[in-house]
């Protein structure tokens, strides 16, 4: 094998001669090449990671300036649309000066929604008043302006439709009755509401005898109280501050739960939505059975209505099919509400035609509803009212 070898190398060495000579030196700077090469990446390798990291904090940077000058351009063309929007509901110049103060404090990032939506509204302004520490003569005049803010954007009249949920969302100005006990006697005063917030309500007791009646934190005191355009409303509590009374304040608790009274007083709220309803002939009405006159709705046809205007005592509504005074509906919000899961029976009181467009216009009156359903269908409607309020139904004309 090694004789193989050497004459193998023996023949390479003749067939190459004289370039023998040179094959060998140009085989090393190859090999020095290589070396450089690998030398060279092995350090471009190291380097690379930072060039990377530099070009991403760059675009990083490059990003974020962008959207702050685009966050920037977008809040300017919303504060100038939201003045021109000011302008045309003809807010004064005090209302102004308050809805910028508050905007300002509260970092509110789209304040020309606050001219269209009531809820967006009422949020905005729980969140300002949160963050100040008003004076009482300072807290009279924000709720003076306020009111008056909300008469220009036509809120006032959501406002009262809407039903109250807590003790704090009564409004300043709101006339009250005060009730309370001593040595058995009822004593009844009349009121109103000088501040509210979340710790407290404060009423006015100008009409209070502070030495006669010496309040303490266990006192009970009644409070009832009506509501035009949405219903009466009563709820009990004890004294925050008794020694308040001396300077003609009473100064209560919020209470754990707001009753809703006089809801039958039944005043009428103008909200306007679409259902269907079965109409039975009062020839074929069974009075005895009443629930038999659902079950035969079956197999009749179903017509369409709108509402003009509902109470918890009935609604006024338009519809094509012809209806006879004295007949009954079955309403059907099933649609609508998922609280309302089965048809409210209403008789017809009143026909004749809408005054607006060529319609019938029927009045009609709830029949065997039960308590329940009565409030179910309010806070419905309640529901309705501030669903249409969003899309401007009461909003001042521009």
């Known amino acids: 094998m090694n004789e193989l070898l050497i004459t193998l190398c023996g023949l ?5 001669g004289n370039e023998a000579y040179q094959l060998i030196p140009r085989i090393q700077r190859w090999k020095s090449i290589q070396s450089g090469w690998a ?11 930072w060039v990377f990291g ?3 904090a760059s675009l990083a940077a490059f990003a974020i300036i962008t959207n702050r000058r685009e966050a920037k351009r977008r809040r300017e063309r919303e504060i100038v649309y939201f003045r021109r929007k000011a302008v045309d509901k003809e807010l004064e110049e005090k209302q102004m000066k308050l809805l910028t103060e508050a905007i300002q404090v509260t970092g509110f990032s789209r304040p020309y ?8 509204f009422q949020g905005f302004f729980h969140s300002y008043e949160e963050k ?3 004076s009482d003569q300072e807290h009279q005049y924000f709720h003076e302006v306020l009111d008056e803010l909300k008469e220009k954007l036509g809120y006032k009249k959501i406002e009262e439709a809407v039903p109250l949920e807590e003790s704090s969302e009564i409004r300043v ?8 006990k001593k040595d058995g006697q009822d004593y009844e005063y009349p009121s109103s509401v000088l501040g509210n917030n979340d710790r407290l309500i404060m009423l006015d007791g100008s009409d209070m005898d502070s030495n006669f009646l010496k309040p303490n934190v266990s006192t009970q005191v009644d409070v009832q109280f009506y509501r035009e355009g949405d219903a009466g409303y009563q709820f009990k509590t004890t004294f925050q501050d008794p020694a308040q009374l001396e300077k003609g304040k009473v100064v209560l608790k919020h209470p754990a739960r707001l009753n809703r009274i006089q809801a039958r007083n039944f005043s009428r709220m103008d909200v306007n939505f679409s259902f269907n309803y079965h109409h039975v002939l009062y020839a074929n009405f069974n009075t005895v059975e009443i629930d038999y006159n659902l079950r035969a709705c079956e197999s009749l046809p179903v017509y369409m209505g709108e509402t003009v205007d509902i109470s918890g005592g009935g609604l006024a509504l338009n519809t094509r099919k012809k209806v006879s005074k004295g007949d009954f509906l079955y309403l059907n919000f099933q649609m609508l509400s998922e609280q309302l899961n089965e048809p409210i ?5 009143w026909r004749g035609k809408d005054k607006e467009r060529d319609i019938l216009l029927l009045r009609a009156k709830f029949y065997d509803i039960t308590d329940k359903m009565r409030d179910e269908l309010m806070r419905f409607v309640s529901q309705m009212q501030r669903k249409l309020a969003r899309r401007l139904k009461f909003a001042p004309k521009r």
């Open 54 to 56: 530099i070009l991403l």
């Open 132 to 134: 100040q520490d008003f």
């Open 113 to 120: 929604r606050l001219l269209d939506s009531f809820d967006i």
């Open 173 to 180: 100005g709101q006339h009250v009755k005060i009730q309370l």
């Open 12 to 16: 390479i060495y003749r067939l190459l």
């Open 345 to 349: 029976l209403a008789e017809v009181v």
């Open 39 to 49: 030398e060279s990446s092995g350090s471009a390798l190291k380097i690379l990671p």
